[in-house]
């Protein structure tokens, strides 16, 4: 009962902040009264979320559907944006999008590490070129793009090749019955291992380091080698004297 | 309730969406950002994968998150290095636009 009260009241203030965003005349759009109580709105739904669900499963299914749609929505936003600026927002939105589906499979290191790494470094990287090379305001080579029905089709076959295939018959993926044989371990949708001889399971930060330093421990030298050689590389390139092929470059 | 197929789901329909961009956009710096759309794809779907593979003794196995991490590693040096040069063309020709640089085409 106090829910229904909660719903309605949230419906009325969504329906007055989409009221106080709609373009009316010839007034700024995007008021910041409608802007914060959308927000307020969202946030508040997204919160009363896991409420309406019974069990952890559904929630999990439901916080996954939203991280997802808004990672394709945002991605279809970067490749369509007409100003560059606002593409690399939207990819930032992609690549948070994404750490949370991360975080929901409790892959907490891959997320985190998603965001400081690509939001952080990346994409600051990004917008700093763009605004180093951009600076005459909106060309004309980001209003056109080349062949959009060719570039469609060919995103359409390799969309519906490859989730056609994946989708077609939902075995497990090992093939010596290791899958099967665990069926606790492939109902729990966690990233976790077992320190041998402990009974305490093992952060996911843990298992991740023991594995990195364990297993992988050459192909994390030679990782090291990869950056070492690329910021060296970087460097080289960035100290080139050009000839300008141009009398003044902008 | 295994999430590899959703992973692998969404990790391909981010890829596609990346290969579109690279294919149609004229921007040399969205062009490049949209192979970091593909790489976002490609951590995704090996998160998936690393949801159902089992170390040899049946404990859930890191390799598919530490890959993840290797790809960032690439992914990040991939990028330094492609605005370098994206930097060096700009200074060479004074404009961003694919369709200029197409003297290799005989």
């Known amino acids: 009962m106090a829910w229904l009260i909660v719903v309605q009241m949230l419906a009325v203030t969504g329906a007055l902040a989409v009221y ?7 007034a700024a759009r995007g008021s910041p ?28 299914e439901a916080y996954f559907f939203i991280f997802a749609l808004t990672a394709i929505l945002s991605a279809v936003r970067v490749i369509t944006h007409r100003r560059p600026v606002y593409s690399a927002l939207y990819f930032v939105l992609t690549v948070l999008a994404s750490a949370g589906m991360l975080l929901l499979v409790n892959a907490q290191f891959l997320g985190i590490a998603n965001i400081i790494i690509y939001a952080g470094a990346i994409l600051v990287t990004y917008v700093f070129v763009i605004m180093l090379a951009m600076q005459s305001g909106a060309p004309e080579y980001d209003h056109t793009s080349r062949e959009p029905l060719a ?5 359409l076959m390799f969309a519906g090749l490859v989730l056609g295939l994946v989708g077609m018959d939902a075995k497990p993926l090992t093939g010596n019955g290791l899958a099967t044989a665990a069926p606790a371990a492939a109902t729990q949708p966690t990233i976790s291992a077992t320190a041998p001889g402990s009974p305490v399971p093992l952060t996911n930060l843990q298992s991740v380091g023991l594995a990195l330093l364990g297993d992988y421990a050459v192909s994390l030298e030679v990782a ?3 950056l070492l050689v690329a910021m060296v590389g970087g460097l080289a390139i960035a100290r080139r004297r050009t000839t300008s092929d141009v009398e003044e470059v902008g | 309730m295994n999430y590899t197929m959703h ?12 290969l579109v961009g690279f294919l149609a956009r004229r921007n040399l ?8 759309i593909m790489f976002q794809g490609v951590i995704l779907t090996l998160t998936g994968f690393a949801l159902k593979h089992l170390a040899p003794d049946r404990t859930p196995d890191a390799g598919g998150q530490a890959f993840g ?7 990040a040096a991939e990028a330094a290095l492609a605005l370098a040069l994206v930097v060096l063309l700009f200074r060479r020709r004074g404009t961003l ?5 197409a003297m290799l085409n005989g």
């Open chain 1, 33 to 60: 009264p409608g802007v914060f109580i959308g927000l307020l709105v969202t946030a508040a739904l997204l919160g009363l979320l896991p409420t309406f669900f019974g069990s952890m499963g559904q929630m999990r």
């Open chain 2, 97 to 101: 636009d694919a369709d200029k640089f």
């Open chain 1, 224 to 226: 090291g080698l990869l």
């Open chain 1, 20 to 26: 106080l965003l709609l373009p009316k005349g010839e």
């Open chain 2, 69 to 75: 991490l290797f790809l960032l590693v690439v992914a």
């Open chain 1, 151 to 155: 570039a469609s089709v060919a995103g």
């Open chain 2, 7 to 18: 992973f692998l789901a969404v990790g391909t329909i981010l890829f596609a969406l990346g």
């Open chain 2, 29 to 36: 710096i969205i062009i490049f950002l949209c192979t970091e």
